[in-house]
Each structure stands twice: as C-alpha cells, then as structure tokens.
C-alpha cells in the first residue's frame, strides 16, 4: 500500500506527480529544485544558493514524514553542468553529518524551469 506525502513548506508539484510517496519503510521523494514553497519562485542567486533551497525543499519532505537526512539511503543529483559539480557538492555535504547515502551525479541537458540542479531521494525509515 502506498501512501502520498505531501508538505506545504516544499514547492508543491509543478506535473502530475506526488512529492513524495512511502511504501513500507522505503520514501521515495520526486526531484526538487530550487522553488521557494511559498512565492513559487526558482532561486537562482548562486548555484550554492540554489543548492541550499534544495536541500531545504528535500528537509521539509522529510520532516513531513518522521524522517531526516540520516534515514536517505540514496541520492540522484541532475546537473546541467558538471562546472557545478564541486559548488553543489559541498552545499549538498553540509546537511549531513556522518554515513552518507548512496549517490550518482548525472549531467543532463535541462531541468525543469530552467533549474541548474535537481536532487531526488530514497528513504529508508527503521
């Protein structure tokens, strides 16, 4: 049985998608980008800023379902540059403080609104 977890401090889906669904012990969390949850607006000071209000968008999920970053068990990270790359990873670093998931970085040609990075994860709950 799945259940849709939905949290108003994230951006709410901009398709037909959900923010993130539990099945079991396992979330799996839709791709955020830098949407701030209450203007709707992409941050795009910095690809650091950008990254930030990511993660923030990722932590709301999370909290919303009794989880933290603790509990990511695997991590996508879609760049449109890999210039990116060392930005994005020390933004991305700082949110967690010990065993850290499973990840791929993955360049692509674009991301939704024009977005320089998009993050999606898996959750393991004990």
Do not use: W
């Amino acid at each position: 049985m799945k259940t849709i977890i939905r949290s108003a401090s994230a951006p709410a889906p901009i398709g037909p998608y959900s923010q993130a669904v539990r099945v079991g012990n396992l979330i799996f969390c839709s791709g955020m980008i830098a949407l701030d949850p209450v203007t709707g607006q992409l941050i795009q000071d910095s690809i650091a800023a950008e990254t930030k209000q990511v993660m923030h968008n990722i932590q709301a999920l999370l909290q919303e379902a009794g989880a933290g970053f603790e509990h990511i068990v695997k991590t996508t990270i879609f760049l449109i540059s890999m210039d990116d790359f060392g930005a994005v990873n020390e933004v991305y670093g700082s949110f967690f403080n010990d065993h850290f998931p499973a990840r791929e970085t993955v360049a692509v040609v674009g991301l939704p609104k024009n977005a320089r990075v998009e993050i999606s994860v898996t959750v393991a709950m004990p």
